[in-house]
Protein backbone atom coordinates (compact mmCIF):
# COMPACT_ATOMS: atom_id res chain seq x y z
CA UNK A 1 0.00 0.00 0.00
CA UNK A 2 1.20 3.15 -0.85
CA UNK A 3 2.77 5.55 2.00
CA UNK A 4 0.08 8.47 2.39
CA UNK A 5 3.54 10.80 3.26
CA UNK A 6 4.24 9.95 -0.73
CA UNK A 7 0.51 9.25 -1.80
CA UNK A 8 0.70 13.74 -2.71
CA UNK A 9 3.43 12.75 -5.40
CA UNK A 10 2.09 9.53 -7.06
CA UNK A 11 0.25 10.85 -10.52
CA UNK A 12 -3.11 10.20 -11.17
CA UNK A 13 -2.68 7.56 -14.00
CA UNK A 14 -1.13 5.60 -11.95
CA UNK A 15 -3.54 5.21 -9.42
CA UNK A 16 -6.74 4.81 -11.67
CA UNK A 17 -4.68 2.25 -13.75
CA UNK A 18 -3.65 0.26 -11.06
CA UNK A 19 -7.67 -0.01 -9.97
CA UNK A 20 -9.44 -2.09 -11.92
CA UNK A 21 -9.59 -0.27 -15.31
CA UNK A 22 -12.37 -1.39 -17.74
CA UNK A 23 -12.85 -1.88 -21.02
CA UNK A 24 -15.74 0.47 -20.57
CA UNK A 25 -14.00 3.15 -19.06
CA UNK A 26 -11.05 2.59 -21.82
CA UNK A 27 -14.29 3.91 -24.47
CA UNK A 28 -15.24 6.31 -22.83
CA UNK A 29 -11.47 7.44 -22.15
CA UNK A 30 -10.86 6.94 -26.01
CA UNK A 31 -13.64 8.76 -27.57
CA UNK A 32 -13.16 12.15 -25.40
CA UNK A 33 -9.66 12.15 -25.74
CA UNK A 34 -9.79 12.26 -30.02
CA UNK A 35 -12.62 14.24 -29.50
CA UNK A 36 -10.85 17.07 -27.35
CA UNK A 37 -7.24 16.18 -30.08
CA UNK A 38 -9.59 17.52 -32.96
CA UNK A 39 -10.65 20.52 -30.39
CA UNK A 40 -6.97 21.07 -29.48
CA UNK A 41 -5.88 21.04 -32.83
CA UNK A 42 -6.89 24.52 -34.21
CA UNK A 43 -7.17 25.86 -30.97
CA UNK A 44 -3.36 24.98 -30.17
CA UNK A 45 -2.60 26.71 -33.59
CA UNK A 46 -4.24 29.41 -33.06
CA UNK A 47 -3.01 30.09 -30.14
CA UNK A 48 0.89 29.89 -31.03
CA UNK A 49 0.09 32.29 -34.05
CA UNK A 50 -1.40 34.77 -31.50
CA UNK A 51 1.49 34.25 -29.05
CA UNK A 52 4.47 35.01 -31.82
CA UNK A 53 4.80 31.43 -32.37
CA UNK A 54 4.62 29.10 -35.19
CA UNK A 55 1.61 26.46 -35.93
CA UNK A 56 3.70 23.27 -35.20
CA UNK A 57 4.84 25.12 -32.07
CA UNK A 58 1.33 25.04 -30.73
CA UNK A 59 0.75 21.88 -31.84
CA UNK A 60 4.51 20.27 -30.24
CA UNK A 61 3.14 22.10 -27.20
CA UNK A 62 -0.47 20.25 -27.07
CA UNK A 63 1.19 16.66 -28.35
CA UNK A 64 4.32 17.02 -25.38
CA UNK A 65 2.78 18.96 -22.56
CA UNK A 66 -0.53 17.40 -22.79
CA UNK A 67 0.78 13.66 -22.79
CA UNK A 68 3.24 14.95 -19.70
CA UNK A 69 0.37 16.68 -17.80
CA UNK A 70 -1.91 13.81 -18.18
CA UNK A 71 0.57 11.13 -17.32
CA UNK A 72 2.11 12.95 -14.51
CA UNK A 73 -0.56 15.51 -12.86
CA UNK A 74 -2.96 14.93 -10.24
CA UNK A 75 -6.21 15.34 -12.35
CA UNK A 76 -8.45 13.21 -13.58
CA UNK A 77 -9.69 14.82 -16.41
CA UNK A 78 -6.56 17.96 -16.77
CA UNK A 79 -6.00 18.59 -20.73
CA UNK A 80 -2.45 20.20 -20.99
CA UNK A 81 -1.36 22.63 -23.82
CA UNK A 82 -0.97 26.42 -25.02
CA UNK A 83 -3.36 28.53 -22.61
CA UNK A 84 -4.95 32.04 -23.79
CA UNK A 85 -3.40 33.76 -20.18
CA UNK A 86 -0.10 33.15 -21.60
CA UNK A 87 -0.59 34.94 -25.05
CA UNK A 88 0.73 38.15 -24.06
CA UNK A 89 3.66 37.43 -22.20
CA UNK A 90 4.70 34.64 -24.88
CA UNK A 91 4.27 37.22 -27.54
CA UNK A 92 6.48 39.40 -25.33
CA UNK A 93 9.07 37.45 -24.78
CA UNK A 94 9.58 36.56 -28.34
CA UNK A 95 9.20 40.20 -29.16
CA UNK A 96 11.94 41.27 -26.81
CA UNK A 97 14.58 38.12 -26.34
CA UNK A 98 13.45 35.89 -29.21
CA UNK A 99 12.66 32.24 -29.36
CA UNK A 100 15.98 31.25 -27.29
CA UNK A 101 14.99 33.56 -24.32
CA UNK A 102 11.67 32.06 -24.19
CA UNK A 103 13.04 28.36 -23.82
CA UNK A 104 15.45 29.40 -20.93
CA UNK A 105 12.73 31.44 -19.24
CA UNK A 106 10.36 27.95 -19.58
CA UNK A 107 13.37 25.86 -18.24
CA UNK A 108 13.46 28.38 -15.13
CA UNK A 109 10.23 28.62 -14.75
CA UNK A 110 10.02 24.91 -14.59
CA UNK A 111 12.32 24.61 -12.02
CA UNK A 112 10.07 26.87 -10.17
CA UNK A 113 7.18 25.05 -10.26
CA UNK A 114 8.78 21.75 -9.60
CA UNK A 115 10.74 23.34 -6.14
CA UNK A 116 7.08 24.71 -5.47
CA UNK A 117 5.45 21.53 -5.44
CA UNK A 118 8.41 19.66 -4.06
CA UNK A 119 8.28 22.35 -0.97
CA UNK A 120 4.13 21.54 -1.17
CA UNK A 121 3.35 25.27 -1.61
CA UNK A 122 0.66 24.57 -4.10
CA UNK A 123 -1.79 23.87 -1.12
CA UNK A 124 -2.68 27.84 -1.18
CA UNK A 125 -5.55 26.39 -4.16
CA UNK A 126 -7.64 25.27 -0.91
CA UNK A 127 -8.10 28.91 -0.07
CA UNK A 128 -9.84 29.93 -3.57
CA UNK A 129 -13.61 30.38 -2.64
CA UNK A 130 -15.94 28.93 -4.39
CA UNK A 131 -17.49 32.70 -5.95
CA UNK A 132 -14.13 33.23 -7.57
CA UNK A 133 -13.62 30.21 -8.88
CA UNK A 134 -17.42 29.88 -10.27
CA UNK A 135 -16.72 33.76 -11.75
CA UNK A 136 -13.69 32.99 -13.88
CA UNK A 137 -15.00 29.54 -15.16
CA UNK A 138 -17.77 31.59 -16.68
CA UNK A 139 -15.83 34.79 -17.96
CA UNK A 140 -13.71 32.10 -19.31
CA UNK A 141 -16.78 30.64 -20.95
CA UNK A 142 -18.14 33.71 -22.13
CA UNK A 143 -15.11 34.95 -23.68
CA UNK A 144 -14.38 31.73 -25.53
CA UNK A 145 -17.93 32.03 -26.95
CA UNK A 146 -16.76 35.57 -28.05
CA UNK A 147 -14.31 34.24 -30.03
CA UNK A 148 -15.90 31.45 -31.66
CA UNK A 149 -18.13 33.70 -33.37
CA UNK A 150 -16.02 34.50 -36.51
CA UNK A 151 -15.52 30.90 -37.28
CA UNK A 152 -19.21 29.76 -36.33
CA UNK A 153 -20.86 32.23 -39.11
CA UNK A 154 -17.44 32.53 -41.38
CA UNK A 155 -16.81 36.33 -40.59
CA UNK A 156 -14.00 37.94 -42.64
CA UNK A 157 -11.38 40.29 -40.35
CA UNK A 158 -8.38 41.38 -41.29
CA UNK A 159 -7.17 40.12 -37.52
CA UNK A 160 -8.18 37.66 -35.32
CA UNK A 161 -9.51 39.57 -32.34
CA UNK A 162 -7.96 38.71 -28.80
CA UNK A 163 -10.07 39.88 -25.92
CA UNK A 164 -13.96 40.01 -25.62
CA UNK A 165 -14.59 44.27 -26.41
CA UNK A 166 -12.68 43.46 -29.83
CA UNK A 167 -14.24 40.50 -30.66
CA UNK A 168 -17.58 41.76 -30.64
CA UNK A 169 -16.47 45.51 -32.30
CA UNK A 170 -14.86 43.26 -35.16
CA UNK A 171 -18.15 41.45 -35.66
CA UNK A 172 -20.35 44.46 -35.81
CA UNK A 173 -17.92 46.36 -38.24
CA UNK A 174 -18.06 43.09 -40.59
CA UNK A 175 -21.26 41.77 -40.33
CA UNK A 176 -21.93 41.86 -44.00
CA UNK A 177 -19.12 39.72 -44.73
CA UNK A 178 -20.99 36.40 -42.97
CA UNK A 179 -20.85 33.33 -44.90
CA UNK A 180 -24.28 32.06 -45.30
CA UNK A 181 -23.63 28.39 -45.81
CA UNK A 182 -20.77 28.45 -42.61
CA UNK A 183 -23.67 30.10 -40.51
CA UNK A 184 -25.83 27.55 -41.71
CA UNK A 185 -23.78 24.40 -40.93
CA UNK A 186 -22.72 26.02 -37.68
CA UNK A 187 -26.23 25.99 -36.63
CA UNK A 188 -27.28 22.86 -38.04
CA UNK A 189 -24.18 21.54 -36.39
CA UNK A 190 -25.34 22.77 -32.80
CA UNK A 191 -29.06 21.19 -33.53
CA UNK A 192 -27.34 18.00 -33.95
CA UNK A 193 -25.45 17.98 -31.00
CA UNK A 194 -28.43 19.02 -28.84
CA UNK A 195 -30.95 16.30 -30.69
CA UNK A 196 -28.27 14.14 -29.62
CA UNK A 197 -27.21 15.05 -26.26
CA UNK A 198 -31.68 14.98 -25.61
CA UNK A 199 -32.23 12.10 -27.30
CA UNK A 200 -29.18 9.84 -27.88
CA UNK A 201 -26.67 10.60 -25.17
CA UNK A 202 -24.59 7.56 -25.30
CA UNK A 203 -23.56 8.46 -28.69
CA UNK A 204 -20.42 10.47 -28.83
CA UNK A 205 -22.05 13.77 -29.85
CA UNK A 206 -18.31 15.62 -30.45
CA UNK A 207 -17.18 12.72 -32.76
CA UNK A 208 -20.68 12.01 -34.40
CA UNK A 209 -21.04 15.83 -35.86
CA UNK A 210 -17.56 16.12 -36.77
CA UNK A 211 -17.67 13.18 -39.11
CA UNK A 212 -21.16 14.02 -40.74
CA UNK A 213 -20.59 17.66 -41.32
CA UNK A 214 -16.92 16.86 -42.50
CA UNK A 215 -18.55 14.33 -44.83
CA UNK A 216 -20.82 16.63 -46.21
CA UNK A 217 -18.54 19.15 -46.90
CA UNK A 218 -16.56 16.81 -48.79
CA UNK A 219 -19.19 15.07 -51.03
CA UNK A 220 -21.43 18.47 -51.94
CA UNK A 221 -17.85 20.43 -52.08
CA UNK A 222 -19.54 23.26 -49.88
CA UNK A 223 -16.93 26.19 -49.55
CA UNK A 224 -16.55 26.45 -46.11
CA UNK A 225 -12.98 27.27 -44.03
CA UNK A 226 -11.69 24.06 -43.06
CA UNK A 227 -8.50 23.86 -40.95
CA UNK A 228 -6.13 23.64 -44.28
CA UNK A 229 -7.56 26.63 -45.95
CA UNK A 230 -6.93 28.50 -42.81
CA UNK A 231 -4.14 27.25 -42.02
CA UNK A 232 -2.56 25.64 -44.50
CA UNK A 233 0.08 22.42 -44.60
CA UNK A 234 2.59 21.35 -42.18
CA UNK A 235 5.55 20.15 -42.07
CA UNK A 236 5.54 16.47 -40.10
CA UNK A 237 9.35 15.67 -39.80
CA UNK A 238 9.79 14.00 -36.13
CA UNK A 239 11.43 16.63 -34.08
CA UNK A 240 14.87 16.30 -31.75
CA UNK A 241 14.98 17.67 -28.55
CA UNK A 242 17.76 20.02 -28.12
CA UNK A 243 19.27 22.44 -25.35
CA UNK A 244 18.38 25.61 -25.58
CA UNK A 245 21.77 28.20 -26.01
CA UNK A 246 23.20 29.55 -22.54
CA UNK A 247 25.19 32.08 -24.57
CA UNK A 248 23.13 35.13 -23.86
CA UNK A 249 24.54 38.83 -23.23
CA UNK A 250 24.74 39.24 -19.40
CA UNK A 251 21.98 41.97 -19.58
CA UNK A 252 19.10 39.69 -20.69
CA UNK A 253 19.44 37.39 -17.34
CA UNK A 254 17.48 39.66 -14.74
CA UNK A 255 14.48 39.99 -17.50
CA UNK A 256 14.66 36.19 -18.27
CA UNK A 257 14.61 35.32 -14.55
CA UNK A 258 11.36 38.04 -14.41
CA UNK A 259 9.73 35.98 -17.33
CA UNK A 260 10.22 32.86 -15.47
CA UNK A 261 8.50 34.27 -12.59
CA UNK A 262 5.89 35.50 -14.78
CA UNK A 263 5.49 32.01 -16.69
CA UNK A 264 5.23 30.26 -13.29
CA UNK A 265 3.56 31.67 -11.84
CA UNK A 266 0.69 31.98 -14.64
CA UNK A 267 0.92 28.13 -15.32
CA UNK A 268 0.53 27.22 -11.62
CA UNK A 269 -2.76 29.74 -11.08
CA UNK A 270 -3.90 28.74 -14.52
CA UNK A 271 -3.38 24.56 -14.23
CA UNK A 272 -4.62 24.24 -10.17
CA UNK A 273 -8.03 26.33 -10.94
CA UNK A 274 -8.00 24.53 -14.19
CA UNK A 275 -7.81 20.64 -12.42
CA UNK A 276 -10.06 21.83 -9.52
CA UNK A 277 -13.03 23.10 -11.91
CA UNK A 278 -12.50 19.94 -14.03
CA UNK A 279 -13.20 17.88 -10.55
CA UNK A 280 -16.11 19.76 -9.60
CA UNK A 281 -17.37 19.33 -12.90
CA UNK A 282 -16.32 15.56 -12.05
CA UNK A 283 -17.73 15.94 -8.55
CA UNK A 284 -14.75 14.90 -7.29
CA UNK A 285 -12.11 15.75 -4.72
CA UNK A 286 -9.56 18.60 -4.99
CA UNK A 287 -6.66 17.70 -6.88
CA UNK A 288 -3.37 17.42 -5.31
CA UNK A 289 -1.97 20.53 -6.13
CA UNK A 290 1.58 19.66 -5.46
CA UNK A 291 1.88 16.66 -7.41
CA UNK A 292 -0.09 19.10 -10.43
CA UNK A 293 2.55 21.97 -10.06
CA UNK A 294 5.31 19.19 -10.50
CA UNK A 295 3.43 17.66 -13.31
CA UNK A 296 3.02 21.37 -15.08
CA UNK A 297 7.14 21.43 -14.43
CA UNK A 298 7.87 18.67 -16.50
CA UNK A 299 5.57 19.33 -18.72
CA UNK A 300 7.11 23.16 -19.51
CA UNK A 301 10.36 21.83 -19.82
CA UNK A 302 9.85 19.13 -22.29
CA UNK A 303 8.11 21.16 -24.09
CA UNK A 304 10.98 23.79 -24.18
CA UNK A 305 13.50 21.00 -25.31
CA UNK A 306 11.13 20.29 -28.35
CA UNK A 307 10.75 23.76 -29.42
CA UNK A 308 7.37 24.91 -28.10
CA UNK A 309 5.54 27.18 -26.04
CA UNK A 310 4.98 27.79 -22.57
CA UNK A 311 1.65 24.96 -21.46
CA UNK A 312 -0.72 24.98 -18.70
CA UNK A 313 -3.61 23.39 -17.66
CA UNK A 314 -6.98 24.64 -19.92
CA UNK A 315 -9.74 25.24 -19.17
CA UNK A 316 -11.81 24.79 -21.53
CA UNK A 317 -9.89 21.48 -23.29
CA UNK A 318 -10.48 20.27 -19.56
CA UNK A 319 -14.16 20.82 -19.62
CA UNK A 320 -14.56 19.73 -23.32
CA UNK A 321 -12.80 16.57 -21.96
CA UNK A 322 -15.21 16.39 -19.13
CA UNK A 323 -18.29 17.06 -21.51
CA UNK A 324 -17.61 14.12 -23.88
CA UNK A 325 -16.78 11.55 -21.06
CA UNK A 326 -13.69 11.53 -20.53
CA UNK A 327 -12.98 9.89 -16.87
CA UNK A 328 -9.53 8.74 -16.35
CA UNK A 329 -5.60 10.53 -17.35
CA UNK A 330 -6.06 8.12 -20.16
CA UNK A 331 -8.61 10.55 -21.86
CA UNK A 332 -5.44 13.20 -21.72
CA UNK A 333 -2.97 10.76 -22.44
CA UNK A 334 -5.26 9.58 -25.82
CA UNK A 335 -5.59 13.01 -26.77
CA UNK A 336 -2.11 13.57 -26.78
CA UNK A 337 -1.32 10.45 -28.96
CA UNK A 338 -3.99 11.49 -31.07
CA UNK A 339 -2.96 14.76 -31.95
CA UNK A 340 0.62 13.20 -32.29
CA UNK A 341 -1.51 11.03 -34.89
CA UNK A 342 -3.28 13.64 -36.61
CA UNK A 343 -0.49 16.01 -36.73
CA UNK A 344 2.54 13.59 -38.34
CA UNK A 345 -0.38 10.69 -40.07
CA UNK A 346 -3.44 11.36 -40.89
CA UNK A 347 -3.34 15.53 -41.24
CA UNK A 348 -4.44 15.30 -44.51
CA UNK A 349 -8.06 14.17 -43.34
CA UNK A 350 -7.86 16.56 -40.29
CA UNK A 351 -7.12 19.35 -42.37
CA UNK A 352 -10.87 18.79 -43.66
CA UNK A 353 -12.96 19.74 -40.64
CA UNK A 354 -15.24 22.67 -41.54
CA UNK A 355 -14.08 25.25 -38.55
CA UNK A 356 -17.65 26.06 -37.74
CA UNK A 357 -18.20 22.90 -36.69
CA UNK A 358 -15.34 22.77 -33.99
CA UNK A 359 -16.47 26.42 -32.83
CA UNK A 360 -20.08 24.48 -32.73
CA UNK A 361 -18.51 22.37 -30.34
CA UNK A 362 -16.91 24.91 -28.15
CA UNK A 363 -19.91 26.66 -28.02
CA UNK A 364 -22.21 23.80 -26.72
CA UNK A 365 -19.01 23.39 -23.90
CA UNK A 366 -19.23 26.86 -23.00
CA UNK A 367 -22.86 26.62 -22.43
CA UNK A 368 -21.98 23.83 -19.75
CA UNK A 369 -18.97 25.77 -18.19
CA UNK A 370 -21.29 28.57 -17.66
CA UNK A 371 -23.10 26.95 -15.18
CA UNK A 372 -26.25 28.96 -14.77
CA UNK A 373 -28.18 27.41 -11.99
CA UNK A 374 -24.85 27.52 -9.53
CA UNK A 375 -24.13 31.39 -10.60
CA UNK A 376 -28.06 32.48 -9.94
CA UNK A 377 -27.33 30.80 -6.90
CA UNK A 378 -24.52 32.73 -5.78
CA UNK A 379 -26.01 36.05 -6.43
CA UNK A 380 -28.75 35.10 -3.59
CA UNK A 381 -25.76 34.47 -1.40
CA UNK A 382 -24.21 36.88 1.55
CA UNK A 383 -22.71 40.41 -0.25
CA UNK A 384 -19.28 39.34 -0.52
CA UNK A 385 -19.96 36.35 -2.11
CA UNK A 386 -21.95 38.15 -4.14
CA UNK A 387 -19.39 40.87 -4.53
CA UNK A 388 -16.58 38.18 -5.58
CA UNK A 389 -18.68 36.36 -8.27
CA UNK A 390 -19.51 39.16 -9.78
CA UNK A 391 -16.22 41.08 -9.80
CA UNK A 392 -13.90 37.94 -11.11
CA UNK A 393 -16.75 37.56 -13.93
CA UNK A 394 -16.45 40.65 -15.01
CA UNK A 395 -12.96 41.02 -15.02
CA UNK A 396 -11.73 37.90 -16.34
CA UNK A 397 -14.58 38.66 -19.25
CA UNK A 398 -13.25 41.74 -20.29
CA UNK A 399 -9.61 41.96 -19.11
CA UNK A 400 -7.92 38.14 -19.09
CA UNK A 401 -8.50 35.91 -16.03
CA UNK A 402 -4.97 36.61 -14.56
CA UNK A 403 -6.91 40.40 -13.25
CA UNK A 404 -10.04 38.28 -12.42
CA UNK A 405 -7.98 35.96 -10.08
CA UNK A 406 -5.31 38.17 -8.83
CA UNK A 407 -7.88 40.74 -7.96
CA UNK A 408 -10.27 38.31 -7.04
CA UNK A 409 -7.73 36.42 -4.49
CA UNK A 410 -7.23 40.58 -2.87
CA UNK A 411 -10.95 41.32 -2.55
CA UNK A 412 -11.79 37.77 -1.01
CA UNK A 413 -8.65 38.24 1.29
CA UNK A 414 -10.06 41.61 2.46
CA UNK A 415 -13.79 40.55 2.91
CA UNK A 416 -12.78 37.41 5.04
CA UNK A 417 -10.84 39.64 7.26
CA UNK A 418 -13.84 42.27 7.52
CA UNK A 419 -15.91 38.87 8.41
CA UNK A 420 -13.79 37.63 10.73
CA UNK A 421 -13.12 40.91 12.45
CA UNK A 422 -16.68 41.26 12.81
CA UNK A 423 -17.41 38.00 14.15
CA UNK A 424 -14.25 38.59 16.99
CA UNK A 425 -15.70 40.18 20.09
CA UNK A 426 -14.33 41.15 24.16
CA UNK A 427 -17.72 40.02 25.83
CA UNK A 428 -18.06 41.56 29.42
CA UNK A 429 -19.26 38.60 32.14
CA UNK A 430 -21.43 39.87 34.18
CA UNK A 431 -20.87 37.71 36.95
CA UNK A 432 -18.09 39.60 38.16
CA UNK A 433 -17.94 41.24 41.05
CA UNK A 434 -16.85 45.33 40.19
CA UNK A 435 -13.39 44.85 41.39
CA UNK A 436 -12.96 42.25 39.32
CA UNK A 437 -13.50 42.65 35.66
CA UNK A 438 -13.88 39.31 33.13
CA UNK A 439 -13.73 39.36 29.45
CA UNK A 440 -13.92 36.66 27.02
CA UNK A 441 -12.23 37.10 23.89
CA UNK A 442 -14.33 35.31 20.83
CA UNK A 443 -12.47 34.25 17.55
CA UNK A 444 -9.28 35.20 16.19
CA UNK A 445 -7.09 38.01 16.93
CA UNK A 446 -4.99 39.59 14.87
CA UNK A 447 -4.53 43.06 13.05
CA UNK A 448 -7.94 43.23 11.70
CA UNK A 449 -9.54 42.82 15.44
CA UNK A 450 -6.62 44.00 17.64
CA UNK A 451 -8.72 47.34 18.94
CA UNK A 452 -11.28 45.56 20.99
CA UNK A 453 -9.17 45.81 23.43
CA UNK A 454 -8.79 49.75 23.59
CA UNK A 455 -12.27 50.09 25.09
CA UNK A 456 -11.59 47.58 28.08
CA UNK A 457 -11.02 49.99 31.43
CA UNK A 458 -9.03 47.84 33.65
CA UNK A 459 -10.12 47.19 37.72
CA UNK A 460 -8.12 45.94 40.54
CA UNK A 461 -8.27 43.03 38.43
CA UNK A 462 -8.57 42.09 34.88
CA UNK A 463 -9.31 38.25 33.72
CA UNK A 464 -8.88 37.60 30.03
CA UNK A 465 -10.79 34.35 29.28
CA UNK A 466 -9.53 33.30 26.09
CA UNK A 467 -10.83 29.51 25.03
CA UNK A 468 -12.06 30.46 21.54
CA UNK A 469 -9.21 32.48 20.81
CA UNK A 470 -7.53 29.98 17.78
CA UNK A 471 -4.58 32.05 16.73
CA UNK A 472 -2.68 35.36 17.69
CA UNK A 473 -0.75 37.60 15.26
CA UNK A 474 1.85 40.00 16.08
CA UNK A 475 -0.95 42.95 16.27
CA UNK A 476 -2.79 41.23 18.66
CA UNK A 477 0.11 40.52 21.01
CA UNK A 478 0.81 44.37 20.87
CA UNK A 479 -2.75 44.73 21.76
CA UNK A 480 -1.93 42.58 25.02
CA UNK A 481 1.29 44.39 25.41
CA UNK A 482 -0.50 48.03 25.61
CA UNK A 483 -3.64 46.81 27.88
CA UNK A 484 -0.55 45.41 30.44
CA UNK A 485 0.94 48.87 30.44
CA UNK A 486 -2.05 50.36 30.91
CA UNK A 487 -3.10 47.67 33.76
CA UNK A 488 0.40 48.58 34.90
CA UNK A 489 -0.22 52.45 35.17
CA UNK A 490 -3.91 51.80 37.16
CA UNK A 491 -2.10 49.57 39.79
CA UNK A 492 -4.36 46.86 38.10
CA UNK A 493 -3.67 43.24 37.79
CA UNK A 494 -3.35 41.56 34.00
CA UNK A 495 -4.76 37.68 34.63
CA UNK A 496 -5.24 35.15 31.33
CA UNK A 497 -6.91 32.02 31.30
CA UNK A 498 -7.68 28.83 29.19
CA UNK A 499 -5.72 29.97 26.62
CA UNK A 500 -4.73 27.54 23.50
CA UNK A 501 -1.84 26.04 23.40
CA UNK A 502 -0.94 27.54 20.04
CA UNK A 503 -1.66 31.45 21.04
CA UNK A 504 0.51 30.45 24.05
CA UNK A 505 3.28 28.71 22.32
CA UNK A 506 3.21 32.15 20.21
CA UNK A 507 2.90 34.19 23.09
CA UNK A 508 5.83 32.71 24.75
CA UNK A 509 8.31 33.05 22.02
CA UNK A 510 7.61 36.41 21.66
CA UNK A 511 8.52 37.44 25.33
CA UNK A 512 4.70 38.21 26.17
CA UNK A 513 4.68 35.32 29.06
CA UNK A 514 8.08 36.88 30.47
CA UNK A 515 6.40 40.16 30.79
CA UNK A 516 2.95 39.02 32.40
CA UNK A 517 5.09 36.16 34.45
CA UNK A 518 3.78 32.66 34.35
CA UNK A 519 1.79 32.76 37.81
CA UNK A 520 -0.81 35.12 35.60
CA UNK A 521 -1.30 32.55 33.76
CA UNK A 522 -4.39 30.19 34.45
CA UNK A 523 -5.66 26.89 32.68
CA UNK A 524 -9.39 27.52 33.85
CA UNK A 525 -11.87 30.50 34.64
CA UNK A 526 -11.63 28.98 38.21
CA UNK A 527 -8.45 29.35 38.88
CA UNK A 528 -8.25 32.82 37.50
CA UNK A 529 -10.87 34.12 39.82
CA UNK A 530 -9.30 32.38 43.27
CA UNK A 531 -5.64 33.73 41.96
CA UNK A 532 -8.05 37.51 41.91
CA UNK A 533 -9.59 36.93 45.33
CA UNK A 534 -5.88 36.31 46.87
CA UNK A 535 -4.58 39.17 45.14
CA UNK A 536 -7.92 41.62 46.69
CA UNK A 537 -7.21 40.41 49.84
Same mark, same amino acid.
Given at each position: MTSSKWREFIPESYLRLKEHYTLSLLRKDSI????????????????AIASGATPIQGLLTAVVAGFLTSALGS???????????? &????YSIVKTTGYNGLYLSMLLASLFLIILGICKLGSWIKYIPLPLITGCTSGIAVSVFALQIQNFAGIQLTSAPSDFIQAWTSYFDAFSTIHPYTLLMGIGSLVIILL?????? %?????? /??????????????? $??????????? /??????????????????????????????? /???????? &??????? @??? %?????????????QGISNMASAFF?????????? @???????????????????????????FF????? $???PLTVLSAILIVICWKMFDITLFSQILKAPYGDRIILIVSFLLTTFIDIKAGILIGVTLATFIFMRQMSKASKAIPLSAAPDSVKIYEIQGPFFFGNDHILKKIIPSKVLILQMPYVT?????? &?????ELHEKCKKMNAHLLLSELLPQPLLDLKNFGFIDLIHKENIFPDLLSAKNKADELLL
Open positions: AGMTVALIAMPLSIALSRVQIGGPSAAL &IVVVIQRFVP %KIPWGL /FVIVLTTGICFFFDL $SIATIETQFGH /FPRDLPIPKLPSFSIPPGQWPQIFGNAVTIA /FLVSIESL &ISALIGE @RLL %KGDTPRSNCELIAGGIPAAGAIP @RTAANVETGGKTPVAGIVHALTLFCLLFFSLV $SQILIDVSG &IFALQ
